[in-house]
Protein backbone atom coordinates (compact mmCIF):
# COMPACT_ATOMS: atom_id res chain seq x y z
CA UNK A 1 0.00 0.00 0.00
CA UNK A 2 0.87 3.12 -0.56
CA UNK A 3 1.97 5.71 2.63
CA UNK A 4 -1.14 7.73 3.75
CA UNK A 5 -1.22 11.38 3.09
CA UNK A 6 -2.24 14.43 5.11
CA UNK A 7 -5.79 13.50 4.63
CA UNK A 8 -6.49 10.35 2.90
CA UNK A 9 -10.13 10.79 2.33
CA UNK A 10 -8.95 12.64 -0.36
CA UNK A 11 -6.84 11.11 -2.38
CA UNK A 12 -8.60 7.51 -2.14
CA UNK A 13 -7.45 6.38 -5.24
CA UNK A 14 -3.87 6.38 -4.13
CA UNK A 15 -5.19 3.77 -1.49
CA UNK A 16 -4.13 0.67 -3.82
CA UNK A 17 -1.60 -1.29 -4.31
CA UNK A 18 2.17 0.22 -4.84
CA UNK A 19 3.13 1.91 -7.61
CA UNK A 20 6.32 0.61 -8.21
CA UNK A 21 4.71 -3.28 -8.43
CA UNK A 22 3.12 -1.87 -11.48
CA UNK A 23 6.65 -2.77 -13.06
CA UNK A 24 5.96 -6.56 -12.53
CA UNK A 25 2.01 -6.55 -13.91
CA UNK A 26 2.68 -4.24 -16.82
CA UNK A 27 1.14 -5.00 -20.46
CA UNK A 28 2.75 -6.40 -23.25
CA UNK A 29 2.20 -3.68 -26.29
CA UNK A 30 -0.91 -4.00 -28.07
CA UNK A 31 -1.29 -6.44 -30.29
CA UNK A 32 -3.74 -7.10 -33.39
CA UNK A 33 -5.81 -9.99 -31.41
CA UNK A 34 -5.34 -8.50 -27.81
CA UNK A 35 -6.10 -4.45 -28.23
CA UNK A 36 -9.60 -4.71 -27.64
CA UNK A 37 -9.40 -5.97 -23.66
CA UNK A 38 -6.24 -4.09 -23.56
CA UNK A 39 -8.04 -0.85 -24.49
CA UNK A 40 -10.59 -1.95 -21.76
CA UNK A 41 -8.21 -2.47 -19.03
CA UNK A 42 -6.98 1.16 -19.46
CA UNK A 43 -10.09 3.46 -20.76
CA UNK A 44 -12.24 4.22 -18.10
CA UNK A 45 -15.65 2.80 -18.73
CA UNK A 46 -17.47 5.95 -18.98
CA UNK A 47 -15.27 8.70 -19.89
CA UNK A 48 -12.83 6.76 -22.89
CA UNK A 49 -10.13 8.24 -21.25
CA UNK A 50 -6.79 6.56 -19.78
CA UNK A 51 -7.85 5.51 -16.38
CA UNK A 52 -5.61 5.41 -12.96
CA UNK A 53 -3.82 1.99 -13.96
CA UNK A 54 -3.00 3.63 -17.61
CA UNK A 55 -1.70 6.88 -15.85
CA UNK A 56 -0.02 4.45 -12.78
CA UNK A 57 1.73 2.41 -16.02
CA UNK A 58 2.50 5.65 -17.76
CA UNK A 59 4.33 7.82 -14.76
CA UNK A 60 6.43 4.59 -13.98
CA UNK A 61 7.58 4.54 -17.48
CA UNK A 62 8.40 8.17 -17.43
CA UNK A 63 10.42 7.86 -14.29
CA UNK A 64 12.25 4.53 -15.40
CA UNK A 65 12.85 6.77 -19.14
CA UNK A 66 14.09 9.74 -17.18
CA UNK A 67 12.12 11.80 -19.69
CA UNK A 68 11.80 15.25 -18.71
CA UNK A 69 8.04 15.06 -18.15
CA UNK A 70 5.32 18.07 -16.77
CA UNK A 71 2.49 16.22 -14.44
CA UNK A 72 -0.81 18.01 -13.41
CA UNK A 73 -2.96 17.09 -10.99
CA UNK A 74 -6.91 18.23 -11.43
CA UNK A 75 -9.47 18.45 -8.89
CA UNK A 76 -13.43 19.34 -10.05
CA UNK A 77 -14.88 22.12 -7.56
CA UNK A 78 -18.18 22.31 -7.53
CA UNK A 79 -18.87 18.66 -8.76
CA UNK A 80 -20.49 17.24 -5.93
CA UNK A 81 -23.08 20.22 -5.55
CA UNK A 82 -24.09 19.72 -9.31
CA UNK A 83 -24.25 16.14 -8.99
CA UNK A 84 -26.32 16.69 -5.78
CA UNK A 85 -28.96 19.13 -7.47
CA UNK A 86 -28.80 17.73 -11.00
CA UNK A 87 -28.68 13.75 -10.12
CA UNK A 88 -26.13 11.00 -10.75
CA UNK A 89 -27.09 11.09 -14.91
CA UNK A 90 -26.48 14.97 -15.18
CA UNK A 91 -23.24 14.40 -13.68
CA UNK A 92 -21.76 11.81 -15.44
CA UNK A 93 -22.98 13.05 -18.53
CA UNK A 94 -20.58 16.37 -17.11
CA UNK A 95 -17.66 14.46 -16.60
CA UNK A 96 -17.73 12.81 -20.16
CA UNK A 97 -17.83 16.40 -21.83
CA UNK A 98 -15.65 17.71 -19.85
CA UNK A 99 -13.16 14.23 -20.20
CA UNK A 100 -13.73 14.97 -23.81
CA UNK A 101 -12.62 18.59 -23.99
CA UNK A 102 -9.31 17.56 -21.26
CA UNK A 103 -8.65 15.37 -23.75
CA UNK A 104 -8.98 17.17 -26.78
CA UNK A 105 -7.08 19.84 -25.10
CA UNK A 106 -4.24 17.85 -24.01
CA UNK A 107 -4.34 14.78 -26.17
CA UNK A 108 -5.77 11.45 -26.07
CA UNK A 109 -2.75 9.79 -24.78
CA UNK A 110 -1.91 11.99 -22.26
CA UNK A 111 -5.89 12.60 -20.25
CA UNK A 112 -6.51 10.18 -17.29
CA UNK A 113 -9.28 10.36 -15.12
CA UNK A 114 -7.83 8.43 -11.95
CA UNK A 115 -10.94 8.96 -9.51
CA UNK A 116 -14.70 10.20 -9.18
CA UNK A 117 -13.58 14.04 -10.20
CA UNK A 118 -9.89 13.97 -10.57
CA UNK A 119 -7.57 14.04 -14.01
CA UNK A 120 -4.22 14.08 -14.52
CA UNK A 121 -1.82 14.24 -17.64
CA UNK A 122 1.54 14.11 -18.34
CA UNK A 123 3.68 15.97 -20.35
CA UNK A 124 6.56 15.69 -22.38
CA UNK A 125 6.95 19.46 -23.47
CA UNK A 126 9.06 22.73 -22.91
CA UNK A 127 7.92 23.80 -19.05
CA UNK A 128 6.69 26.92 -20.66
CA UNK A 129 4.65 25.15 -23.12
CA UNK A 130 3.52 22.53 -21.05
CA UNK A 131 2.18 25.62 -17.94
CA UNK A 132 0.48 26.70 -20.79
CA UNK A 133 -0.91 23.64 -21.71
CA UNK A 134 -1.87 23.14 -18.44
CA UNK A 135 -4.02 26.64 -17.31
CA UNK A 136 -5.96 25.35 -21.05
CA UNK A 137 -6.66 21.84 -19.78
CA UNK A 138 -8.14 23.70 -16.23
CA UNK A 139 -10.55 26.16 -18.72
CA UNK A 140 -11.64 23.22 -20.57
CA UNK A 141 -12.82 21.34 -17.12
CA UNK A 142 -15.19 23.92 -16.16
CA UNK A 143 -18.72 24.31 -17.13
CA UNK A 144 -20.97 27.17 -17.66
CA UNK A 145 -19.48 30.76 -18.65
CA UNK A 146 -17.80 33.50 -16.66
CA UNK A 147 -19.04 34.36 -13.17
CA UNK A 148 -22.27 32.29 -13.59
CA UNK A 149 -20.26 28.55 -13.68
CA UNK A 150 -20.95 25.74 -11.85
CA UNK A 151 -18.26 23.55 -11.83
CA UNK A 152 -13.95 24.84 -12.07
CA UNK A 153 -11.37 22.74 -11.15
CA UNK A 154 -8.38 23.53 -8.94
CA UNK A 155 -4.85 22.01 -9.94
CA UNK A 156 -1.03 21.29 -8.76
CA UNK A 157 2.19 20.93 -10.90
CA UNK A 158 5.37 19.07 -10.48
CA UNK A 159 7.90 19.05 -13.13
CA UNK A 160 9.78 15.54 -13.30
CA UNK A 161 11.80 14.77 -12.18
CA UNK A 162 13.38 17.68 -11.06
CA UNK A 163 10.75 18.08 -8.37
CA UNK A 164 10.32 14.55 -7.17
CA UNK A 165 12.57 11.19 -6.96
CA UNK A 166 9.95 8.83 -7.75
CA UNK A 167 5.99 8.72 -8.23
CA UNK A 168 4.84 8.37 -5.04
CA UNK A 169 6.44 11.23 -4.30
CA UNK A 170 5.82 13.07 -7.27
CA UNK A 171 1.89 12.39 -6.44
CA UNK A 172 2.08 13.78 -3.05
CA UNK A 173 3.73 16.86 -4.04
CA UNK A 174 1.07 17.68 -7.06
CA UNK A 175 -1.89 16.32 -4.26
CA UNK A 176 -0.50 18.74 -1.76
CA UNK A 177 0.00 21.97 -4.09
CA UNK A 178 -3.28 21.01 -5.88
CA UNK A 179 -5.27 21.10 -2.39
CA UNK A 180 -2.83 24.61 -1.37
CA UNK A 181 -4.37 26.08 -4.22
CA UNK A 182 -7.79 25.16 -4.05
CA UNK A 183 -8.10 26.32 0.21
CA UNK A 184 -6.34 29.74 -1.48
CA UNK A 185 -9.03 30.00 -3.98
CA UNK A 186 -11.78 29.00 -1.40
CA UNK A 187 -10.45 31.73 1.00
CA UNK A 188 -10.43 34.39 -1.67
CA UNK A 189 -14.50 33.50 -2.68
CA UNK A 190 -14.51 33.49 0.90
CA UNK A 191 -13.95 37.06 1.10
CA UNK A 192 -15.34 38.21 -1.98
CA UNK A 193 -18.72 36.81 -0.39
CA UNK A 194 -18.36 38.45 3.05
CA UNK A 195 -17.19 42.01 1.72
CA UNK A 196 -20.24 42.03 -0.78
CA UNK A 197 -22.69 41.07 2.14
CA UNK A 198 -21.32 43.79 4.19
CA UNK A 199 -21.70 46.38 1.43
CA UNK A 200 -25.00 45.88 1.03
CA UNK A 201 -25.70 45.90 4.63
CA UNK A 202 -23.48 48.99 4.74
CA UNK A 203 -25.46 50.82 1.79
CA UNK A 204 -28.90 49.86 3.25
CA UNK A 205 -27.57 50.86 7.38
CA UNK A 206 -24.32 53.16 6.53
CA UNK A 207 -23.99 53.79 10.69
CA UNK A 208 -23.46 49.98 11.17
CA UNK A 209 -20.20 49.78 9.05
CA UNK A 210 -17.96 50.75 12.52
CA UNK A 211 -20.35 48.95 14.95
CA UNK A 212 -19.89 45.71 12.78
CA UNK A 213 -16.34 46.41 12.72
CA UNK A 214 -16.25 46.69 16.65
CA UNK A 215 -18.29 44.16 16.94
CA UNK A 216 -16.48 41.92 15.74
CA UNK A 217 -12.87 43.28 17.19
CA UNK A 218 -14.59 42.92 20.84
CA UNK A 219 -15.81 39.05 20.50
CA UNK A 220 -12.22 38.17 18.81
CA UNK A 221 -10.69 39.59 22.31
CA UNK A 222 -13.13 37.55 24.34
CA UNK A 223 -13.03 34.82 22.42
CA UNK A 224 -9.49 34.41 22.48
CA UNK A 225 -9.61 35.32 26.26
CA UNK A 226 -12.03 32.17 26.92
CA UNK A 227 -9.12 30.22 25.37
CA UNK A 228 -11.19 29.55 22.37
CA UNK A 229 -9.40 27.98 19.29
CA UNK A 230 -8.46 30.18 16.45
CA UNK A 231 -10.29 28.65 14.15
CA UNK A 232 -13.70 28.97 15.92
CA UNK A 233 -12.50 32.74 16.63
CA UNK A 234 -12.72 33.06 13.16
CA UNK A 235 -15.76 31.45 13.02
CA UNK A 236 -17.05 33.74 16.11
CA UNK A 237 -15.49 36.91 14.13
CA UNK A 238 -17.14 36.28 11.16
CA UNK A 239 -20.30 35.49 12.98
CA UNK A 240 -20.09 38.78 14.91
CA UNK A 241 -19.49 41.06 11.66
CA UNK A 242 -22.02 39.87 9.87
CA UNK A 243 -24.91 39.52 12.81
CA UNK A 244 -26.97 42.15 11.29
CA UNK A 245 -27.62 40.76 8.16
CA UNK A 246 -30.75 39.56 8.41
CA UNK A 247 -32.14 43.61 8.92
CA UNK A 248 -31.79 44.06 5.37
CA UNK A 249 -35.43 42.23 5.79
CA UNK A 250 -37.15 44.36 7.95
CA UNK A 251 -38.76 47.46 6.71
CA UNK A 252 -37.06 50.94 8.03
CA UNK A 253 -40.16 52.55 9.33
CA UNK A 254 -39.69 49.23 12.13
CA UNK A 255 -36.45 49.25 12.38
CA UNK A 256 -35.85 53.03 13.20
CA UNK A 257 -39.13 53.34 14.68
CA UNK A 258 -38.43 55.70 17.98
CA UNK A 259 -41.09 54.44 20.27
CA UNK A 260 -42.06 50.51 21.21
CA UNK A 261 -42.96 47.95 19.05
CA UNK A 262 -46.23 46.54 18.61
CA UNK A 263 -46.43 42.54 18.00
CA UNK A 264 -46.78 42.94 14.08
CA UNK A 265 -43.57 44.65 14.31
CA UNK A 266 -41.38 42.42 17.15
CA UNK A 267 -42.35 39.77 14.55
CA UNK A 268 -40.38 40.93 11.83
CA UNK A 269 -37.88 42.36 14.33
CA UNK A 270 -37.79 38.46 15.82
CA UNK A 271 -37.52 37.03 11.99
CA UNK A 272 -34.19 38.79 11.55
CA UNK A 273 -31.75 36.44 13.05
CA UNK A 274 -33.33 33.42 11.05
CA UNK A 275 -33.05 35.69 7.98
CA UNK A 276 -29.50 36.28 8.69
CA UNK A 277 -29.04 32.59 9.23
CA UNK A 278 -30.62 31.74 5.41
CA UNK A 279 -28.08 34.47 4.47
CA UNK A 280 -25.22 33.06 5.19
CA UNK A 281 -25.74 29.56 4.82
CA UNK A 282 -25.83 30.28 1.18
CA UNK A 283 -22.06 30.65 1.27
CA UNK A 284 -21.23 26.84 2.66
CA UNK A 285 -17.64 28.48 4.33
CA UNK A 286 -19.98 30.72 6.55
CA UNK A 287 -22.26 28.16 7.85
CA UNK A 288 -20.79 27.93 11.38
CA UNK A 289 -21.18 31.76 11.28
CA UNK A 290 -25.08 31.18 10.31
CA UNK A 291 -25.32 28.88 13.67
CA UNK A 292 -24.13 31.92 15.71
CA UNK A 293 -26.09 34.49 13.98
CA UNK A 294 -29.36 32.52 14.60
CA UNK A 295 -28.72 32.37 18.18
CA UNK A 296 -27.28 35.84 18.92
CA UNK A 297 -30.29 37.00 20.20
CA UNK A 298 -31.37 33.72 22.76
CA UNK A 299 -31.19 34.40 26.56
CA UNK A 300 -29.43 33.00 29.56
CA UNK A 301 -32.51 32.41 30.60
CA UNK A 302 -34.28 31.02 27.42
CA UNK A 303 -36.27 33.83 27.25
CA UNK A 304 -34.73 35.50 23.64
CA UNK A 305 -35.50 34.21 20.54
CA UNK A 306 -35.59 32.48 17.30
CA UNK A 307 -35.35 29.18 19.54
CA UNK A 308 -35.56 29.74 23.17
CA UNK A 309 -32.59 28.06 23.56
CA UNK A 310 -30.97 29.01 27.43
CA UNK A 311 -27.76 28.17 29.41
CA UNK A 312 -24.88 26.42 27.45
CA UNK A 313 -27.25 25.35 25.15
CA UNK A 314 -26.94 28.34 23.70
CA UNK A 315 -23.85 28.25 20.87
CA UNK A 316 -20.57 29.94 22.57
CA UNK A 317 -19.98 32.03 20.15
CA UNK A 318 -23.67 33.32 19.69
CA UNK A 319 -23.33 33.94 23.73
CA UNK A 320 -19.84 36.17 23.19
CA UNK A 321 -21.42 37.90 20.02
CA UNK A 322 -24.79 39.12 22.04
CA UNK A 323 -22.81 40.44 25.09
CA UNK A 324 -20.42 42.31 22.99
CA UNK A 325 -23.05 43.48 20.65
CA UNK A 326 -24.87 44.40 23.61
CA UNK A 327 -22.23 46.59 25.46
CA UNK A 328 -21.78 48.45 22.03
CA UNK A 329 -25.11 49.22 21.71
CA UNK A 330 -25.88 50.51 24.97
CA UNK A 331 -22.43 52.68 24.13
CA UNK A 332 -24.38 54.50 21.38
CA UNK A 333 -27.12 57.05 20.65
CA UNK A 334 -29.83 55.05 19.15
CA UNK A 335 -33.46 56.17 17.97
CA UNK A 336 -34.97 53.79 21.01
CA UNK A 337 -32.38 54.93 23.72
CA UNK A 338 -29.43 57.43 24.60
CA UNK A 339 -26.09 56.39 25.18
CA UNK A 340 -24.22 55.32 28.21
CA UNK A 341 -21.32 55.98 29.87
CA UNK A 342 -18.75 53.04 29.71
CA UNK A 343 -19.01 52.54 33.16
CA UNK A 344 -22.41 52.43 33.48
CA UNK A 345 -22.63 50.03 30.25
CA UNK A 346 -20.27 47.54 31.72
CA UNK A 347 -22.66 47.53 34.98
CA UNK A 348 -25.66 46.95 33.38
CA UNK A 349 -24.29 43.99 31.52
CA UNK A 350 -23.18 42.52 34.98
CA UNK A 351 -26.63 43.13 36.56
CA UNK A 352 -27.81 41.08 33.49
CA UNK A 353 -25.18 38.29 33.43
CA UNK A 354 -26.42 35.06 34.93
CA UNK A 355 -30.24 36.22 33.04
CA UNK A 356 -29.77 37.76 30.15
CA UNK A 357 -25.81 36.89 29.51
CA UNK A 358 -23.52 34.12 30.64
CA UNK A 359 -21.55 35.17 33.83
CA UNK A 360 -18.19 33.45 32.22
CA UNK A 361 -18.80 35.64 29.20
CA UNK A 362 -19.48 39.03 31.24
CA UNK A 363 -16.72 38.72 33.28
CA UNK A 364 -14.38 37.75 29.89
CA UNK A 365 -16.00 40.92 28.40
CA UNK A 366 -14.73 43.17 31.46
CA UNK A 367 -11.42 41.84 31.52
CA UNK A 368 -10.64 42.56 27.44
CA UNK A 369 -12.35 45.73 28.31
CA UNK A 370 -10.63 46.42 31.53
CA UNK A 371 -7.17 45.97 29.00
CA UNK A 372 -8.04 47.78 26.37
CA UNK A 373 -8.69 51.37 28.57
CA UNK A 374 -12.46 51.00 28.84
CA UNK A 375 -13.98 51.26 32.57
CA UNK A 376 -12.45 49.57 35.72
CA UNK A 377 -14.50 46.07 36.32
CA UNK A 378 -17.75 46.21 37.75
CA UNK A 379 -18.09 44.17 41.02
CA UNK A 380 -20.82 41.52 40.32
CA UNK A 381 -23.29 43.37 43.52
CA UNK A 382 -23.42 46.19 41.41
CA UNK A 383 -27.20 47.88 40.53
CA UNK A 384 -28.89 47.53 37.66
CA UNK A 385 -30.77 50.08 35.15
CA UNK A 386 -32.91 49.08 31.69
CA UNK A 387 -32.29 45.92 30.61
CA UNK A 388 -29.45 45.91 28.48
CA UNK A 389 -29.73 46.00 24.94
CA UNK A 390 -28.38 44.97 21.88
CA UNK A 391 -28.16 46.81 18.45
CA UNK A 392 -32.09 45.60 17.61
CA UNK A 393 -34.85 45.75 20.20
Request: hydrophobic letters at 40%; aromatic letters at 6%; a negative charge.
Amino acid sequence: MLPDLPDTRRRRWLDSPSLSSCRASRLPSPTRSGSSSLCTTHSGELTGIGNRRRFTRDLERAFDDAADVTLALFDLDGFKLYNDTYGHPAGDALLVRIAARFAAVVGPDRAYRIGGDEFCTLLPLAPDVAERLVELAAESLAEGEGGGRTVTSSHGVGRLPHDAPDAISALKLVDERMYRRKAERSELADRQARTALLQVLSEREPHLHDHMHDVAALARGVARRLGIDEQEVRHIERGAELHDIGKMAIPDEVLNKPGPLDPDEWTFIREHTVIGERILRAVPAFEPAATIVRASHERWDGHGYPDGLAGARIPLGARIVAACDAYLAMREDRCYAGKLSAFDATRELVRCSGTQFGRAVVDALQAELAETGSPQTVPSWAPGGPVARSSLP
